[in-house]
């Protein structure tokens, strides 16, 4: 008996809804728009500049390019001699592959705890990485990071990929912590 009636009560709702057809027609509608506008091949003139807080860069893929990578952004950074992007940290893993020139990055660490929120700190002294042309970087999540081209007469360029997919998880912690010399006008 006790059964049936609880049975009768998870039936018992005041609201009513139809999230579930709706996500049904919202992917319908996703599937037909990712076939009829989305590219597979980006030319190297559809990459458009920015002139950004963390320096010059050129989108390879970024989701406002309609392409039909939906997980990645990329791009390429460009850094005058001596110069280096601003200071960031963001919950993405990133990647560089450093297409031409020397120099090194700056990590400073986090470690964390999740208690009844998540706890932050950051190392005070950053570690340095080397890098020059054919090199591979690796910055782990959140970590605080800055890139500098260490050659006095050679322009360095870096390609960056990001994954996307944690922004879609509800997680998009990005953040400018200080521009790149000489992009201090450019606003966040």
Excluded at 88 to 110: M, N
Aim: hydrophobic share 35%.
């Amino acid at each position: 008996m006790a059964f049936d009636d609880e049975k009768q009560k998870s039936r018992v709702s005041d609201e009513e809804c139809s999230f579930y057809l709706e996500g049904l027609r919202e992917s319908a509608s996703f599937r037909d728009a990712y076939k009829q506008k989305m590219k597979n091949v980006v030319k190297a003139n559809e990459m458009p500049m920015e002139r950004s807080p963390d320096g010059l860069i050129k989108h390879i893929i970024h989701e406002k390019m309609n392409t039909m990578e939906m997980c990645i952004d990329a791009y390429m950074q460009f850094f005058e001699p001596g110069e280096g992007t601003g200071k960031t940290r963001h919950l993405t893993e990133e990647i560089a592959y450093v297409v031409e020139g020397k120099g090194y990055d700056l990590h400073w660490d986090v470690d964390f705890d999740c208690k009844d929120e998540f706890e932050w700190e950051w190392k005070t002294e950053p570690t340095k990485y080397e890098w020059k042309e054919g090199d591979f970087v690796y910055v782990p999540p959140y970590v605080i990071h800055q890139r500098f081209n260490a050659d006095s007469d050679k322009e360095a360029r870096v390609v960056v990929v990001n994954s996307r997919i944690i922004k879609k998880m509800g997680f998009d912690w990005f953040e400018q912590l200080e521009n790149a010399k000489g992009f201090e006008d450019v606003k966040v």
